[in-house]
């Protein structure tokens, strides 16, 4: 009789760290991912590697290289923006709070990084919630997925100017 009082709340609080835990590792992995992604396109490495395809499907595969990632990389997003000082600028959000996916735009935008410039890298990817009972970001998408998002801020080093 005193299980049948404890259960249930025992194994929503389960499911509660259960579904925290994997939203946490999730939000780490793009952290990790992106960082990578910052110094590839810090150091000019990234621009050396050109190979005339599609830089963004390139820096996607950087990213998803090396590691367990608990998100598609398919389903990932980047927006890459490119400045000449830390003049605040308007990055484009990649939720629309109005109808609850991903903003118009997002994701559309790749200048390739040139020596001594600073670039704001962002990031977004959706992932799946398992159990729906909490919302870290404010961002529930379509399909019981949550948006995660990441984002570097940095000055790229003095290489010579190469395209992507």
């Known amino acids: 009789m005193e299980f049948s009082l404890v259960a249930l709340p025992l194994f ?3 499911a509660v760290i259960l579904e925290a835990s994997l939203i946490v590792f999730a939000q780490h992995r793009l952290d990790v991912s992106t960082e990578r992604a910052a110094r590839l396109l810090r150091t000019g490495t990234f621009q050396a590697g050109a190979t005339g395809d599609d830089p963004v499907a390139r820096l996607r595969t950087a990213m998803c290289g090396g590691g367990f990632n608990m998100f598609r990389c398919a389903d990932m997003r980047i ?5 000449e000082s830390f003049v605040p600028s308007q990055i484009a959000a990649p939720y629309d709070p109005k109808t609850f996916d991903w903003s118009a735009g997002f994701g559309a935008r ?7 410039s600073v670039v704001s890298l ?3 990817v959706p992932v799946l919630r ?3 009972f909490l919302d870290f970001t ?3 998408m379509p399909g019981g997925r949550q948006l995660l998002t990441s984002t570097m801020v940095f000055r790229t080093e003095g290489f010579e100017d190469r395209s992507c």
Do not use: H, Y
Not at 79 to 83: A, C, H, I, P, S
């Open 12 to 14: 929503a609080l389960i």
């Open 79 to 83: 927006d890459l923006t490119r400045t």
């Open 130 to 132: 398992p159990f729906r």
């Open 138 to 140: 404010g961002q529930a």
């Open 122 to 124: 962002r990031v977004a």
């Open 110 to 116: 790749f200048d390739c990084p040139a020596g001594n």
